[in-house]
């Protein structure tokens, strides 16, 4: 069972039988994503920050599964009046991807985060996130996340399901950790799966474009064009630390132990190389 908000049920019939297919396709477990959309956006366009410019990220990258309210866009109706190529974002389970996606061959983009910092990332976006139901306390929230109790279901059979079909679907499985190391070599690693091929220069601009510092400045990437019934700023900004192992500010070495043996319990059937720190 995935855990599925309102607004998402309510198109999942529509992209069950969605024909326009995109080229690009961004996975992530909630956190990760914008990161990726602009290095995908920017590659796209050879670097061009002003081109990347020209709306913000939820009108440039459709959220294939999110039929809301305005200001938020529906991500059907977008994706379907954009021309190739075309770039989306879902948060969906590798078991709810359209059919069709892996028939037509899209490429799909999965970025993964460590499991303590997706949690306190996750917890924080859903304190400002007005439209999500409020957290509650941190403890709490910690059994939620070892349930699966959290919006789109378990971190751990979202991550597994996408890194057991990684090599059969030809899907390039990043990791959040990676990119925070060496974004260089990431990005290049994004720009040859996706057939492209831009110059040093541009390559190195787009990191400088897509760091953390610039993208928390950058209005057409860090969601402040939301009003404050949506997301809360003043409650936590969308784009907060853009760390690895901000985790140890957040759990007590009892939490982290009990979190740790049910880690361990989950993920036995993989061997998956995550770090919570760099």
Not at 26 to 34: K, P
């Amino acid at each position: 069972n995935v855990v599925i908000k309102i607004i998402v049920l309510k198109s999942f019939k529509l992209i069950e039988g969605y024909k326009c297919y995109p080229f690009f396709i961004i996975i992530c477990y909630v956190l990760g994503t914008t990161w990726t959309q602009e290095i995908v956006d920017l590659l796209l366009h050879n670097g061009d920050a002003k081109a990347c410019m020209r709306a913000p990220t939820v009108q440039r990258i459709p959220f294939l599964e999110i039929q809301a309210p305005p200001p938020i866009p529906s991500g059907l109706e977008l994706l379907g009046s954009m021309k190739p190529p075309r770039v989306i974002k879902t948060h969906l389970p590798i078991q709810l991807v359209p059919e069709g996606f892996w028939k037509n061959k899209c490429k799909v983009i999965y970025v993964a985060r460590n499991a303590k910092d997706n949690l306190v990332s996750y917890y924080h976006f859903d304190r400002m996130n007005l439209t999500q139901p409020e957290p509650g306390p941190w403890d709490e929230y910690i059994h939620k996340f070892m349930r699966g109790k959290l919006s789109w279901g378990s971190w751990y059979d979202h991550v597994k399901g996408y890194w057991q079909e990684r090599e059969k679907r030809n899907i390039l499985y990043l990791f959040f950790e990676d990119l925070k190391e060496d974004p260089r070599r990431e990005v290049e690693r994004i720009m040859r799966y996706m057939d492209l091929s831009v110059s040093d220069d541009v390559i190195d601009k787009i990191v400088q474009l897509t760091s953390f510092k610039v993208m928390k400045d950058n209005p057409m990437a860090n969601y402040t064009f939301l009003p404050k019934a949506v997301f809360d700023h003043s409650i936590s900004a969308f784009m907060r630390k853009g760390e690895v192992g901000d985790w140890t500010n957040h759990f007590t070495p009892a939490q982290s132990q009990m979190f740790d043996e049910d880690y361990a319990r989950q993920m036995a059937d993989v061997d998956i190389p995550f770090r919570t720190s760099i």
